[in-house]
């Protein structure tokens, strides 16, 4: 099979269960940056985090190839894709591994910036894509319909990448670093 087809030197790409679309419109948009964030929890599982976050991250990988799946569909194909498709059980999966994931960790009393021990660097990145995605796909929600529990799992799945790497911090003897506001006046 080769890789390259020239059927998107137009600057249109197919969608699942038919139809083509610019490459620019607002659902490649969303399911590109759904794979942006899938590749950067990649990214973040390279950096080798402890195995208890690293199959919670392989978990989350399958979760966004679905997700993408989805949203690369053209509309009213969906069961054209033949698997289960992300429930609002899926985002109480999330909510579990967030609850477990804190266990041990200090409250927070402040922002942290984003950094520390390298796999916990990644997954604030991964945070940071993943919440663009969300705000693609509802750019998205806002032309066309999209199910809600798509954007609950995203907003949730930020959540879970927050403290997974406050736990990689945590797990590797590294202090998070609190966010201290600029004092005095500005020029």
Known sequence: MRIYTRTGDDGTT???GGGRVQKEAARVEAYGSVDETCAAVG??????PPAEVD???AAVQADLFVVGAELAT????EAKLRLPL?????AARLEAEIDAAEGGLQPLTSFVLPGGAPAAAALHHA???CRRAERRVLALRGLEPVRAELVVYLNRLSDLLFVLARRCNHLA????????????GGT
């Open 173 to 184: 003897g590294i202090a998070d670093v609190p966010w201290a506001p600029r004092r005095g």
């Open 127 to 129: 945070r940071t894509v």
């Open 55 to 57: 199959a919670v991250l």
């Open 86 to 90: 992300i429930a609002a059980t899926d």
């Open 74 to 77: 053209s509309p009213g194909n």
């Open 43 to 48: 990214v973040a599982r390279a950096a080798a």
């Open 14 to 16: 197919g969608l699942f």
